[in-house]
């Protein structure tokens, strides 16, 4: 697997609408889209920052992983993505070499690209994700 770049950085928070402002006002970023990401349960708003992006993650169940990681930690940084070429054939090398995986197969994630999780036993205690156009 050879990432092309840190595709986002994902932070939850408890709310988008009291979080948004700090990027706006503070840092001078814009939120240019806002999107529900139903079977992950999360609601999510990016901004560019480079060719990078922030991603924040509201839950919409407190049951749901977004949920659970904010009430466990309070929120705060989530997990890093790296983009890839091919989301299946990276996984199929991260396990390859000995990584556990979250997810077997790709699943849809926020902005219409395929995501997968690494889990974090495996990368040095960082939730890792690998996503892609395919």
Request: aromatic content about 6%; some cysteine; overall charge negative.
């Amino acid at each position: 697997m050879t990432p092309t770049h840190i595709e986002h950085i994902g932070i939850a928070v408890t709310s988008l609408e009291e979080a948004i402002p700090f990027y706006e006002k503070v840092l001078g970023l814009k939120c240019y889209a806002i999107e529900e990401v139903k079977d992950q349960k999360v609601k999510t708003a990016f901004f560019q920052v480079g060719q990078t992006k922030i991603e924040l993650l509201e839950s919409t169940d407190p049951e749901g992983p977004i949920g659970k990681f904010v009430e466990k930690t309070g929120g705060g940084m989530h997990h890093i993505a790296y983009a890839v070429e091919d989301v299946t054939e990276a996984l199929k090398e991260a396990e390859e070499a000995g990584c556990q995986l979250i997810d077997k197969t790709p699943r849809n994630g926020a902005e219409g690209l395929k995501i997968a999780f690494l889990h974090p036993k495996s990368t040095n205690r960082v939730l890792t994700e690998i996503c892609g156009k395919k």
